[in-house]
């Protein structure tokens, strides 16, 4: 059987939700393009639907649906599609897991529960209790800057171990920088970990990672995809130097105090012909000077090739 990471790849794109900027409704034919967009560029090796990326937090159920069957349809088979069924109660984990098992996506990514902030034990069994509701790949998601808990490795270890369908993780641990090297330790060898910070990918493939799943790539998934080659392939002073002339441009997302990188994001992809509209409340639309920042980015990474 092959790994998680040989069937999803090294970069997995979380796709943005567009929202019309006068309703403020998903608009699923901008979507439509979007993805068309990232495959043909080759952008991604597979799509993550309504992640942390994709606002999930602010979306309905019913828009969650419809955004998973919009993006399997416009994909057909393209790439591996990956769903984002985070959710702060375990009914409805399950159910969004069950729609996108019936959409045939390849695998659905799972955050740990947020708000309640639950000991290990509650984590285990929110995670053990959304994998036995379907029969395809989970990826647990763990992030604590936005959940307020971090998944330890021997939570990790306990569902690895006990559920065959749980063969990855997304772990964006910024809190525990050097959890990813304690996975290794505490699963099998065909278990999958994906970096979730654009920033940490050459640290996360030194640590063993399989890639990482990248909102930035939305923009620069050919740069993305130069730097990681280079590192595969023992070349790693050119895999730095792409990563040094990225690095401004991730840390330019999210300015200002800002954690939450998607309204600036959101206005590199307006600025570059994607009008993907504004973040949904209580997030604010990126100001004129982030734009007038992350425009010089864009242009200056255009100007560049490796």
């Not at 395809?136 to 065959?164: K, Q």
């Not at 699963?187 to 990482?212: E, H, R, S, W």
Request: aromatic share 8%; net charge negative; proline share 6%.
């Amino acid at each position: 059987m092959r790994t998680l990471g040989e069937k999803l790849g090294h970069i997995i794109v979380p796709l943005v939700t567009p929202f019309d900027e006068i309703s403020g409704e998903v608009n699923f034919k901008e979507a439509e393009k979007l993805v068309d967009f990232i495959v043909e560029k080759k952008y991604c090796d597979s799509i993550a639907v309504t992640g942390t990326t994709g606002e999930f937090s602010t979306m309905t159920t019913e828009e969650r649906i419809k955004m998973f069957q919009v993006v399997q349809e416009t994909v057909a088979g393209r790439v591996p599609l990956v769903a984002g069924v985070g959710a702060s109660s375990v009914k409805e984990a399950i159910k969004l897991s069950q729609e996108a098992e019936r959409f045939g996506y390849d695998a659905v990514m799972v955050v740990a529960p947020y708000y309640c902030k639950p000991i290990q034990e509650g984590i285990y069994n929110f995670f053990k209790t959304v994998a036995k509701s379907v029969n395809i790949d989970i990826i647990l998601y763990n992030i604590p800057l936005f959940t307020g808990v971090n998944v330890e490795p021997e939570t990790v270890s306990r569902l690895v171990n006990e559920l065959e369908n749980v063969r990855g993780i997304k772990d964006e641990s910024g809190i525990n920088p050097t959890q990813m090297t304690v996975y290794a330790r505490v699963t099998p060898k065909d278990f999958t970990v994906y970096n979730g910070d654009d920033i940490m990918v050459l640290c996360g493939l030194v640590q063993g990672a399989a890639g990482v799943v990248s909102g930035g790539s939305h923009l620069i998934g050919d740069k993305m995809r130069t730097m990681i080659n280079y590192f595969t392939s023992g070349q790693n002073e050119k895999a730095l130097k792409i990563h040094n002339e990225l690095d401004p441009f991730f840390r330019a997302l999210a300015p200002n105090g800002r954690i939450n990188p998607i309204p600036v994001l959101k206005a590199a992809l307006e600025i570059t012909g994607h009008p993907v509209g504004p973040p949904r409340s209580p997030l604010s639309k990126a100001t004129t000077e982030e734009k007038a920042q992350i425009e010089k980015h864009l242009i200056r990474l255009a100007d560049l090739s490796f």
